[in-house]
């Protein structure tokens, strides 16, 4: 968890002057670990371990809140969306942790069901800001580089057409 890591965490916030990061898999099971100079937001997950976190510097908290009414349709789905004001328009930063391809959870259409999900989320929001999508999909994507190669997984084919449906990269 987040808080074994806590010291070098702290440091490569500080080192690269980290606005705001975003984390999965916490496993805090609490209060989070006191970063100086930092806020935590943070959304445990319903059961088990895990859980999402956002470490936003103070001088944006004020700027910063949670997006709600986010309408999932999954009652389990590992999402949290952050909307920062700017001058222009609002930036909407989300935090994505999906199921993992050889959870006995994952069914056939889960990752469908969580990718279509997120794929609505990201086209709403694109109607008020720009969105940015972060996380852990737990998808692979396929890869054709030289020597390196990498076939698309069940996952990634779900996120794949993510991309596509929200014209994002």
């Known amino acids: 968890g987040i808080w074994s890591k806590a010291v070098s965490f702290e440091s490569a916030l500080h080192a690269s002057d980290t606005h705001i990061a ?3 898999e916490t496993h805090l099971g609490g209060i989070p670990p ?3 100079g930092y806020t935590w937001i943070t959304k445990s997950k319903k059961q088990g371990s895990g859980g999402l976190a956002f470490v936003i510097k103070n001088e944006l908290v004020k700027k910063t809140k949670i997006v709600q009414n986010l309408d999932t349709g999954i009652d389990d789905l590992q999402c949290m969306w ?3 004001e700017n001058r222009h328009k609002p930036i909407f930063f989300g935090v994505f942790y999906g199921m993992q391809e050889s959870s006995k959870k994952l069914e056939s259409e889960e990752a469908a069901r969580q990718f279509q999900t997120l794929t609505t989320q990201i086209n709403s929001l694109k109607q008020k800001g720009l969105p940015i999508l972060t996380g852990d999909h737990n998808a692979k994507l396929a890869v054709d580089k030289g020597d390196i190669q990498q076939r698309i ?3 990634g084919k779900a996120m794949k057409k993510m991309l596509i449906d929200t014209d994002t990269t």
């Open 22 to 24: 975003a984390i999965t």
């Open 153 to 155: 997984s069940k996952n």
């Open 34 to 36: 006191p970063i100086q």
């Open 82 to 84: 952050a909307e920062v």
